[in-house]
C-alpha cells in the first residue's frame, strides 16, 4: 500500500511507544513506524504481541496488514509485554488502552487507562510526555496526572497529554494519516512542541491542528461522537414518523442532506449505530454529566440511544408482518454481522442483535457476512451459519440486509429469486434499490419507506 508519505524522520526524532495494542493502538503504532520512527508496541496480551510480531494482524482491517509487513521489514517496529522496557525505549508513550462501559453501569471503565499509567509512570526515569488517546470521561487527564506525578521517580518531568482518536474502522491507516484534525491537549509548551515533532508527517501533510487544555481534548471526543450519534438517531425518528404517515424517509434525507448546513454524511436512516464506540461513548458522557451535576445537558442523548434500540425492534417487527405475523419456524437469511461493512466488529453490532431477536422469537436463523462470521459464531453459537449470501438465502421465506457490504448491494435480485423459498426482502440499509428489487418480483420492504 502506497502512504504518499516518505519516511522523512531523522535519528533526532523522538522514540515512541503505544501502549495497548487494540484497534487503535496497533493502527497508530503500525502508521507511526511506517512513517519513519521508532516504536515499541506494547500489550499485557502476550498472544497478541505474538502476533503482531509475526506481522498477523488480530483483527480486520484493510490495508493495514500489508503497512504491519512493512513496518517490521523496516526494523523500527517491536513489540513488548513489559511496559518496564517502554520506559526504558520512550521519549513519548501514547496510551491507547480501551475504556469500555462498565458492567452494570453507564461509566467508563477507567482500570486499564489508570493501570497502565500508574505502572509506566513507576518506571519512567527520564524526562517523557505520556499522552493519552483512550476515549475518556472529561477530567481523567487531571486525575491521570495526580497518579503519575505521585508515583514516578522522575517527578515533574513526566507530563501528560491528551490527543483524542477520531479514527473509523475501515478506514483506521487513512483516518491516521490524514486526519480531519489533530487535537493537542497540553499543559505547557514543551509537550505542544512535542507532539508538534511526533506528528511532523501528518501536519506537512495538510492536517490543521487545534491546540487547547486536557479537559478540552478530552470532551472534543465525546462530543464529536455525541453529535454524530445525534444525527444518526434523528434522521431515524423522522422514520419513525415517516412510517405512521407513509412518506418516505429515504428521499426526506436526500431531501435534508443538500442543505449545507445540515450535510448528508451520517444522515443514513436504517437499523442504526452499533460498534465499540458510539453506543458506549453516549452512555458515558450521560453519566460524567451527571456526574458533574449538568445532566440535563445531555438528556437528549437518552433519547438518542433509546431510538436507536428501537430500530431493532421495528426491523424485527417488519420481518414477522412480512411473514404474516408470526416468527415459528420461518427461514431467514440474514445477510450481515458486522456493526457496519468493511469491519469484522460485532461490538454492539445491531445486525447480529437482529439476527438473535429473530431467532429467539422461533425464526431459523441463517447468518453469511464475508468478514465477521467467525467472530459472530463464537459470540453467538445458537446461530446457524452459511458460506454465501446465496447459501443462507437457499429455501429463506425472508432475506434480511444487516450489513451494508458491497457484496450484497451489487447481488442480482433475478438470480436471488432463483433460490429462495419465498422472494421477500427486507433492507435493514436502505442500500438496494427498490425499483430494481420490486421488477425482479420480491416483495421489498425497508424501515420509513412505504
Ligand atoms: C466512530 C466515529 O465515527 C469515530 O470518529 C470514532 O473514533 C469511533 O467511533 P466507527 O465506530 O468506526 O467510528 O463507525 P462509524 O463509521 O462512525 O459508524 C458508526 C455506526 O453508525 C455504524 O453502525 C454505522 O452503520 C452507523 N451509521 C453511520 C448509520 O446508521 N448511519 C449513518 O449515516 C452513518
Not at 98 to 103: C, D, E, F, S
Not at 134 to 147: K, Y
Not at 263 to 270: A, E, N, S, T, Y
Amino acid at each position: 500500500m502506497d502512504t504518499g508519505f516518505t519516511e522523512a524522520v531523522d535519528a533526532t526524532a523522538p522514540k515512541l511507544t503505544v501502549i495497548g495494542t487494540g484497534y487503535l493502538g496497533a493502527t497508530h503504532a503500525v502508521c507511526m513506524a511506517v512513517l519513519g520512527y521508532q516504536v515499541l508496541g506494547v500489550d499485557i496480551d502476550p498472544h497478541k504481541i505474538e502476533r503482531l510480531a509475526a506481522g498477523d494482524m488480530p483483527f480486520f482491517e484493510p490495508g493495514l496488514p500489508e503497512l504491519l509487513v512493512k513496518a517490521l521489514d523496516s526494523g523500527r517496529l517491536t513489540f513488548t509485554t513489559s511496559l518496564d522496557e517502554a520506559a526504558d525505549f520512550g521519549d513519548v508513550h501514547f496510551l491507547c488502552v480501551g475504556t469500555p462501559q462498565l458492567a452494570g453501569s453507564y461509566a467508563a471503565d477507567l482500570r486499564h487507562v489508570e493501570a497502565a499509567v500508574t505502572t509506566l509512570a513507576r518506571s519512567v526515569r527520564r524526562r517523557a510526555l505520556i499522552v493519552g488517546k483512550s476515549t475518556v470521561p472529561v477530567g481523567t487527564a487531571a486525575r491521570l496526572a495526580d497518579l503519575m506525578r505521585a508515583v514516578s521517580p522522575a517527578g515533574d518531568s513526566v507530563e501528560l497529554a491528551w490527543n483524542p482518536e477520531f479514527l473509523r474502522e475501515g478506514f483506521a491507516v487513512d483516518d491516521t494519516m490524514r486526519p480531519d484534525r489533530l487535537v493537542f491537549g497540553v499543559s505547557s509548551r514543551w509537550a505542544e512542541q512535542r507532539l508538534r515533532e511526533v506528528f511532523a508527517p501528518v501536519i506537512d501533510q495538510g492536517s490543521p491542528v487545534l491546540v487547547t487544555d486536557p479537559r478540552t481534548a478530552e470532551l472534543v471526543k465525546v462530543a464529536a461522537n455525541g453529535f454524530l450519534a445525534t444525527k444518526i438517531s434523528y434522521i431515524n425518528a423522522m422514520a419513525e414518523v415517516c412510517e405512521a404517515s407513509g412518506a418516505d424517509v429515504h428521499d426526506l434525507a436526500a431531501a435534508l442532506g443538500l442543505d449545507d448546513r445540515i450535510g448528508r454524511r451520517f444522515l443514513r436512516p436504517g437499523l442504526g449505530f452499533g460498534g465499540g464506540c458510539l453506543p458506549k461513548d453516549i452512555r458515558a458522557f450521560m453519566h460524567r454529566a451527571e456526574e458533574l451535576g449538568v445532566g440535563q445537558a445531555v438528556t437528549f442523548l437518552r433519547e438518542v440511544d433509546g431510538i436507536n434500540q428501537r430500530r431493532r425492534g421495528r426491523m424485527v417487527d417488519l420481518v414477522r408482518e412480512l411473514a404474516g405475523g408470526d416468527l415459528r419456524g420461518v427461514r431467514v437469511a440474514a445477510l450481515g454481522a458486522a456493526f457496519k461493512p468493511n469491519s469484522d466488529d460485532i461490538r454492539d453490532s445491531p445486525a447480529l442483535d437482529v439476527a438473535s431477536a429473530l431467532h429467539q422469537a422461533g425464526a431459523r436463523v441463517r447468518v453469511f457476512d464475508p468478514v465477521a462470521i467467525d467472530n459472530a459464531r463464537r459470540a453467538c453459537p445458537a446461530l446457524e451459519y452459511g458460506d454465501s449470501a446465496f447459501d443462507v438465502a437457499t429455501g429463506a421465506d425472508v432475506v434480511v440486509l444487516l450489513t451494508e457490504w458491497t457484496q450484497f448491494r451489487e447481488i442480482d435480485p433475478a438470480a436471488l429469486r432463483t433460490v429462495v423459498a419465498k422472494p421477500r426482502i427486507v433492507d435493514g440499509r436502505h442500500a438496494l434499490d427498490p425499483a430494481r428489487w420490486r421488477e425482479a418480483g420480491w416483495e421489498y420492504r425497508a424501515l420509513g419507506r412505504p
